[in-house]
């Protein structure tokens, strides 16, 4: 299983960018699919994840800013971040689980929010 983040950049405050997250393998109900984020010096952290049973659960410091989305058909899974601040500033990675538990991770892609 590969995973391929891609959309980052550079943006200034207030921006949105959107990422992908391409998947070499079908999507499957049972997988559970997430967004990560690591800034520097800091530890990754979940930024949102869509369980087996399809609940989205965001993390708080992005409720109502970000919004994922996929497309079963391209499996694609994306972020639509939008009212980005300087916080926001880290590398994205998507992450799979599949029913076995295993962990499948993208290479991620940077995302820089500055002025």
């Known amino acids: 299983v590969q995973l391929q983040a891609s959309g980052g950049g550079l943006v200034q405050p207030g921006g949105s960018l959107r990422l992908s997250c391409a998947v070499s393998?079908?999507?499957?109900?049972?997988?559970?699919m997430g967004w990560y984020r690591q800034a520097p010096g800091k530890q990754r952290e979940l930024v949102v994840s869509i369980a087996r049973g399809g609940s989205i659960n965001y993390a708080d410091s992005v409720k109502g800013r970000f919004t994922v989305s996929r497309d079963n058909a391209k499996n694609t899974v994306y972020l639509q971040m939008n009212s980005l601040k300087p916080e926001d500033t880290a590398v994205y990675y998507c992450?799979?689980?599949?029913?076995?538990?295993?962990?499948?991770w993208g290479q991620g892609t940077l995302v820089t929010v500055s002025s």
């Open positions: 992450n799979l689980r599949d029913p076995l538990s295993r962990s499948f």
């Open positions: 393998v079908t999507i499957f109900s049972g997988d559970v």
